[in-house]
């Protein structure tokens, strides 16, 4: 939880749709921000909360029990393959001007999905040809500012309001604690802690999640020498398994690095 100038960000429940419908209900009904052309119902709204918060943060951003804004996560593609990408979403009431509460809740959606070992956060954003009554530029500018780049645009992609209007893809990537030697087959991969990590304290912390790896210096002459380096065996487990062990992987580092 974070909080500052008495703004709580905080993980969302079932029990704040209706508050969060009504910051974004607005943006279906008068803006091209979303491509969405009716508003949810509760239950459908509720609905989208629990099956986020199943694996992805759903975040809230409040002040003296006045909903400010919601940010979450969503996966960029349903394969397994594109576990360590999402896509992003970020709503703030409309009637909240220069308070922060966007860059607050990125933050916090960032922090908390780098501790999910997630590497790319990508944001879809409906993009005017030209700024009109019902779209603008400034999703663009503010994840400009907050670190994404521009990697692609699609023309005359989503119709609503009775005109057409592109859309863009944004990326950022989250730069991993954890770095790794190139694949040039075999069954294992080596990789990297950042300087500083005490190896066996790392090796220890994976095994208490239930992770085995191999400490580098076990494949030294002298296993007093230091060593950054840890070996994972890739041809035994599952893909399944070895997605949630490089997802634990990255949350020990990460626990270790950020306390």
Excluded at 45 to 57: E, G, M, V
Excluded at 114 to 123: C, F, H, T
Excluded at 150 to 162: P, R
Aim: proline content about 5%; hydrophobic content about 40%.
């Amino acid at each position: 939880m974070n909080t500052e100038h008495s703004i709580i960000i905080r993980t969302a429940t079932q029990a704040d749709a209706q508050a969060l419908l009504n910051i974004y209900a607005p943006y279906v009904e008068h803006t091209a921000i979303t491509f969405e052309y009716e508003v949810p119902s509760i239950e459908e709204f509720s609905s989208r909360i629990a099956h986020t918060l199943l694996k992805y943060p759903y975040l809230v951003a409040e002040e003296n029990g006045r909903f400010l804004g919601y940010a979450y996560a969503s996966p960029f593609h349903d394969r397994p393959a594109y576990d360590w990408a999402v896509e992003t979403s970020i709503y703030v009431d409309q009637n909240i001007r220069h308070r922060g509460v966007g860059k607050k809740l990125h933050d916090a959606l960032e922090s908390a999905l780098k501790k999910q070992g997630i590497l790319n956060m990508n944001a879809c954003i409906a993009y005017p040809p030209a700024d009109d009554e019902y779209l603008d530029k400034n999703s663009v500018e503010f994840h400009s500012h907050m670190g994404y780049r521009l990697v692609g645009e699609f023309y005359k992609c989503g119709y609503k309001f009775h005109r057409w209007y592109n859309m863009v893809w944004m990326e950022k990537h989250l730069a991993p604690y954890i770095t790794w030697d190139p694949f040039n087959g075999g069954l294992f991969a080596w990789c990297h802690l950042p300087k500083g990590v005490d190896m066996m304290e790392f090796v220890q912390k994976a095994l208490e999640k239930k992770v085995c790896v191999v400490p580098g210096t076990a494949f030294l002459t002298d296993e007093n020498e230091p060593c950054d380096a840890f070996r994972i065996n890739f041809s035994t487990p599952t893909d399944e398994q070895l997605t949630k062990g490089i997802m634990l992987l990255g949350e020990t580092i990460r626990e270790m690095v950020e306390k």
